[in-house]
Each structure stands twice: as structure tokens, then as C-alpha cells.
């Protein structure tokens, strides 16, 4: 139960750069400037750290539905371990990870592709690399896209075979992984009128929301259906910079 106690761990890393709490075990990951990590056990109030995991700033990360930690670093390193630090696979990017990304499943869940293993990376805000990781060798897939879209935004994963791709031109589009149709672009439209600074998925509501100047779009992922709304009040002010869906899909914060 909570207590509103204040306990510091001391990590005994500076400068840090990342945090993520495993969704399986009672675990803190703890990532520096440096790329050290320290792995926290909260239960065992026991603290494991490893130096070198990463060369340089370890920038973005997530633990899997497993319990493994998968970790990007400006090294252009992405690393996966397992709960205890031990490295079990490693992928080289041709840049800087901006982030990662997995199509998680359900418990029990069949699926038509086997995604549980398959990592997606925006690698520099140009291009998506897809990585499997049951290779003991993983040599990544990339996937290029029209230089007038601009640079990635974000991704998301809405369907084990599908992946949304927001970029800052406006653009809006929707890739297949399935072999048969590997790349191609299912939907694809300028969903914003001038640039767009963020974008959130709920799941719940297969519901993708957009900002950007003045404006906010959504897209319904099973109809492509679209609606935008501008804020002809905002005038000067500045654009609109992060949105994000409540859990539940029934308020959508932006600022």
C-alpha cells in the first residue's frame, strides 16, 4: 500500500537520462549520460549496476511484456537484457534511436505474425529500421519514405501488422510488414494543414490524435475516417506541442 514515504535509492549514476519500472517485476531501470544502467529491485531493496552497458547516453528504452529491458543509446546501439542486466541481443542502427517501439500482445493471444520478437526504431527522425530479435544475429529491415513527409515524428504500432507513422510536415501514414505487402503504404494524407509537433494512439478507441500549429487532427485507424479542428483564437501563440489520450480514450490533453 502507499505510504507517501520519500525513499532515495541512490543509484549511484550522474546525470540521468532515463527511468522505466518493469511491468512485470518490481524493477527500476536507471540509465545515465554515460550509459551506465543500474537495475533497482524494489522488492529485495537490492540495487545491481552495470557500467559500459551503453558507450554514450542511453535515450530511450522500455521493458517488453517478458520482462526484458530493451535500451537505445546515442551510440546508435539498442541493447536488450533481460531482468537481471545480462545483455541478450544487441542491434546496430545507422543513427541515433529516437525510439522504440513493439507491437505488445496480449497474454495468450494468438497472432497471424510472430510480432512478440520484432522491434520497431525511428532511427534520426528519418527512417524506420525493424529488427527481429529471435535472430541471434538481428540485421535490420529500413524503411524509407517520401522526403516531403519530413521528419518522423513518432510511430506506433496499431495492429500486429500495421504501423502509424506521424511526420512533421502534416503527413499522416499507415505501413503493412506483412511480406506480401512489406512497406507498403496503406492510407496516407497530410492530416494537418502546417507541421505537426506530436502524436498519441489509444488503443482502446483505434484512435490516432495529431498537433501541431493551431490545429488538431484525429484519425479513426478501421475507417481512415478524419476530423481536425483549428484554433483560430490561438493566433500568434505558440503551436501546439505534445498530445496525449487518457487511458480510458475519453479525454485527449494537449498543450
Known amino acids: 500500500s502507499s505510504t507517501g514515504e520519500v525513499m532515495p535509492i541512490g543509484s549511484g549514476l550522474k546525470d540521468l537520462t532515463f527511468l522505466a519500472w518493469s511491468t512485470t517485476d518490481d524493477v527500476l531501470a536507471i540509465g545515465n549520460q554515460k550509459g551506465g544502467l543500474v537495475l533497482y529491485n524494489d522488492m529485495?531493496?537490492?540495487?545491481?549496476?552495470?557500467?559500459?552497458?551503453?558507450?554514450?547516453?542511453?535515450?530511450?528504452?522500455?521493458?517488453?511484456?517478458d520482462g526484458n529491458?530493451?535500451?537505445g543509446s546515442v551510440d546508435n546501439v539498442i541493447?536488450?537484457?533481460?531482468?537481471?542486466?545480462?545483455?541478450?541481443?544487441?542491434?546496430?542502427?545507422?543513427?541515433?534511436?529516437m525510439e522504440i517501439r513493439m507491437h505488445q500482445v496480449?497474454?495468450?493471444?494468438?497472432?497471424?505474425?510472430?510480432?512478440?520478437?520484432m522491434l520497431s526504431i525511428n532511427v534520426g527522425r528519418k527512417s524506420i529500421l525493424l529488427a527481429d530479435l529471435k535472430k541471434e544475429q538481428p540485421e535490420p529491415m529500413e524503411l524509407k519514405f517520401n522526403e516531403s513527409y519530413g521528419e518522423i515524428v513518432g510511430h506506433v504500432w496499431t495492429s500486429e501488422t500495421n504501423i502509424l507513422i506521424g511526420f512533421a510536415a502534416g503527413w499522416a501514414v499507415i505501413i503493412s510488414i506483412r511480406k506480401a505487402d512489406m512497406s507498403e503504404e496503406l492510407f496516407c494524407k497530410q492530416i494537418l494543414q502546417y507541421n505537426m509537433s506530436d502524436m498519441s494512439y489509444c488503443a482502446s478507441l483505434k484512435q490516432a490524435a495529431f498537433c501541431g500549429m493551431r490545429e488538431i487532427s484525429s484519425l479513426d485507424i478501421p475507417s481512415f475516417g478524419t476530423n481536425s479542428f483549428i484554433d483560430s483564437t490561438r493566433g500568434l501563440k505558440p503551436e501546439y506541442s505534445s498530445a496525449k489520450w487518457s487511458p480510458d480514450g475519453q479525454v485527449l490533453a494537449t498543450w
Do not use: M
Not at 79 to 97: A, D
Open 44 to 65: 529485495q531493496k537490492k540495487k545491481e549496476k552495470f557500467v559500459g552497458k551503453h558507450y554514450k547516453r542511453i535515450c530511450c528504452g522500455f521493458w517488453t511484456a
Open 69 to 71: 529491458l530493451v535500451l
Open 79 to 97: 541493447t536488450v537484457s533481460n531482468k537481471h542486466g545480462e545483455t541478450l541481443n544487441q542491434i546496430n542502427c545507422l543513427g541515433e534511436p
Open 106 to 117: 496480449e497474454a495468450g493471444k494468438r497472432t497471424v505474425l510472430d510480432v512478440k520478437s
